[in-house]
């Protein structure tokens, strides 16, 4: 609730005050999940590096239990936070690892948003090529799964590439 309505600093207490009441009450299997939602409430409040602190703490709950769908957020978070911080390098290792796991899970959705990401990252470091590749495999996605919401977003990044390539007629 707290995140939904941009209370982040009460978020943030929630949920470490959350983390600890599993942890007095040996309920360890409830600690990625709230780790990653306290992992959202910092980055929400452009506190990438407890986010990052955070975020790698789920992933490490999250292999440890095997709990594939929980370490793929953690992933995505944490690739987002290296994308906010322009380092492309560790933004493409977190999108890629996320991907696989993503394939793994047959998880469609993920797969598709991934892919978009990885366009956006690769069209703020001006590789139009390798934007449109990734944009084109989450149409693909889109096209089958059809969800119109993310569709018109990625639609409005391949725009935005086609743009800035001086494709205007694309």
Same mark, same amino acid.
């Given at each position: 609730?707290?995140?939904?309505?941009?209370?982040?600093?009460?978020?943030?207490?929630?949920?470490?005050?959350?983390?600890?009441?599993?942890?007095? +009450?040996?309920?360890?299997?409830?600690?990625?999940?709230?780790?990653?939602?306290?992992?959202?409430?910092?980055?929400?409040?452009?506190?990438?590096?407890?986010?990052?602190?955070?975020?790698?703490?789920?992933?490490?709950?999250?292999?440890?239990?095997?709990?594939?769908?929980?370490?793929?957020?953690?992933?995505?978070?944490?690739?987002?936070?290296?994308?906010?911080?322009?380092?492309?390098?560790?933004?493409?290792?977190?999108?890629?690892?996320?991907?696989?796991?993503?394939?793994?899970?047959?998880?469609?959705?993920?797969?598709?948003?991934?892919?978009?990401?990885?366009?956006?990252?690769?069209?703020?470091?001006?590789?139009?090529?390798?934007?449109?590749?990734?944009?084109?495999?989450?149409?693909?996605?889109?096209? +089958?799964?059809?969800?119109?919401?993310?569709?018109?977003?990625?639609?409005?990044?391949?725009?935005?590439?086609?743009?800035?390539?001086?494709?205007?007629?694309?």
């Amino acid at each position: 609730v707290y995140i939904i309505t941009a209370q982040y600093n009460k978020a943030v207490t929630a949920y470490i005050e959350a983390i600890e009441i599993a942890r007095q +009450n040996n309920f360890p299997i409830k600690l990625p999940w709230l780790y990653n939602r306290l992992s959202a409430a910092y980055y929400y409040q452009g506190d990438y590096e407890n986010a990052l602190k955070s975020y790698i703490k789920t992933s490490e709950l999250a292999k440890r239990m095997n709990n594939k769908a929980t370490l793929l957020e953690a992933y995505n978070g944490i690739a987002n936070i290296y994308m906010a911080k322009e380092d492309y390098v560790n933004t493409a290792k977190y999108y890629n690892e996320g991907l696989v796991i993503a394939h793994d899970l047959k998880d469609n959705a993920s797969v598709a948003l991934i892919e978009n990401n990885l366009g956006i990252m690769y069209k703020s470091q001006r590789k139009f090529n390798e934007a449109m590749s990734h944009y084109m495999l989450a149409l693909e996605i889109y096209k +089958n799964t059809r969800d119109s919401s993310e569709m018109a977003r990625l639609l409005q990044n391949i725009g935005s590439c086609n743009s800035s390539m001086g494709n205007f007629s694309e």
